[in-house]
């Protein structure tokens, strides 16, 4: 059974920090990118960083959290459980959605069930 479990949203004050993490669990094949969206009341789901499961780990921001915001992945080697991390500084009221972690193989795309962040001013 596949599993993204996010965890680490909540209430802060703008200018303060979060960390969200996500255990990933149960997808067989070969995961090439995970990343993060949210998605704000009355708005679409957007990309907010994803990095891929290659050697290099390579990431790509929303220009939005570009600087303030860093994606980082654990170093496991297999699929058995992944977790990946949104280290978010210098939140600003904007930056309040629900928070989806979301992993890619060739073939499928999963999701949690999200996680919410609210940044009060």
């Known amino acids: 059974q596949v599993q993204l479990v996010e965890s680490g949203g909540g209430l802060v004050q703008a200018g303060g920090s979060l960390r969200l993490s996500c255990a990933a669990s149960?997808?067989?094949?070969?995961?090439?990118?995970m990343g993060w969206f949210r998605q704000a009341p009355g708005k679409q789901r957007e990309l907010v960083a994803t990095?891929?499961?290659?050697?290099?780990?390579?990431?790509?921001?929303?220009?939005s959290v570009k600087g303030r915001f860093t994606i980082s992945r654990d170093n496991a080697r297999d699929n058995a459980k992944i977790s990946v991390f949104l280290q978010m500084n210098s939140l600003k009221p904007e930056d309040t959605a629900v928070y989806f972690c979301?992993?890619?193989?060739?073939?499928?795309?999963?999701w949690g069930k999200g996680t919410l962040v609210t940044v009060s001013s």
């Open positions: 979301n992993a890619e193989t060739w073939r499928e795309d999963y």
């Open positions: 149960g997808i067989i094949r070969p995961i090439n990118t």
């Open positions: 990095i891929t499961m290659t050697t290099d780990g390579k990431t790509d921001y929303a220009d």
